[in-house]
């Protein structure tokens, strides 16, 4: 009788190592997994309206469908993925009227923050802002691809936002710009002049917040997101 038992406990015991050693993988798979997934709809390699089916994305990823199913819930928090009864997980697809109100809310919200945030505005947090904005104009180097200019895009309005120190705010705005960064990636590909014309936006709003120019830098923030927003409509309603 003692036999089987101390079988059954070496067992258990090789399972327990195996579980344990996946729980120390799992932050770095499910990271892997959350960005790639998220990358591949920011460019548009997984279309809107794409079934995410939860076997394919784990034999994909030589994962479980545990990670494949954390990663699926925080896009669909983020706006990327949407969940329906009885067909799964979809690449979300947003309405003309949805897309609208996303930077609607975007320029509502950063434009309140702006001012909020210039009062706390260091040196340190001015200077990082325009290696931001040097690099968004390429000159580093000639070029600057649609995936980097959407993260060199956030991290520029968060170094200027984040001094406000309304994490609450922040949080919802970084959602809104992962949510609307497909759209935003689109933006910047329609003409060298769109890109040009929002690198200058940029200027202007850095060098309000540099003179302490509350009421230039929020009259900037929500001009530049609304710019955005009408110049998407016009492309947008052109394709659907």
């Known amino acids: ?31 892997r997994i959350l960005d790639s997934l998220r990358e591949d709809i920011l460019s548009a390699a997984l279309p809107e309206g794409t079934p995410l089916r939860q076997d394919q994305l784990a034999a994909r990823y030589g994962a479980s469908r545990i990670p494949v199913r954390e990663a699926l819930l925080q ?31 975007r320029a509502m919200l950063e434009s309140d923050l702006i001012m909020r945030a210039i009062p706390h505005l260091k040196r340190k947090h001015l200077a990082d802002a325009k290696e931001v904005l ?21 991290l520029f309005h968060r170094i200027l936002l984040e001094p406000a120190g309304r ?23 329609l003409t060298d002049s769109t890109k040009r014309g929002a690198d200058q936006e940029h200027r202007r709003l850095l060098r309000a917040c ?10 900037v923030m929500s001009e530049h997101i609304l710019l955005a927003r009408d110049e998407l409509m016009v492309v947008l309603g052109d394709r659907r």
């Open 210 to 219: 540099a003179e302490r120019d509350v009421h230039e830098a929020r009259r």
């Open 1 to 31: 009788m003692k036999q089987p038992k101390v079988a059954a406990s070496t067992n258990a015991s090789l399972l327990d190592g195996d579980v344990v050693a996946q729980r120390e993988a799992y932050p770095t798979l499910h990271a």
């Open 75 to 105: 896009l669909e928090g983020e706006g990327l993925v949407r969940q329906q009864a009885n067909r799964g997980y979809t690449v979300s697809k947003l309405s003309l009227a949805e897309i609208s109100e996303e930077f609607d809310l």
């Open 134 to 154: 040097d690099r968004l104009e390429g000159n580093h180097r000639d070029t600057v691809d649609a995936r980097e200019w959407g993260e060199q895009n956030w």
């Open 167 to 189: 994490d609450r705010t922040m949080r919802i705005i970084q959602t809104l710009h992962r949510s609307g960064g497909r759209y935003v990636r689109m933006h910047m590909s």
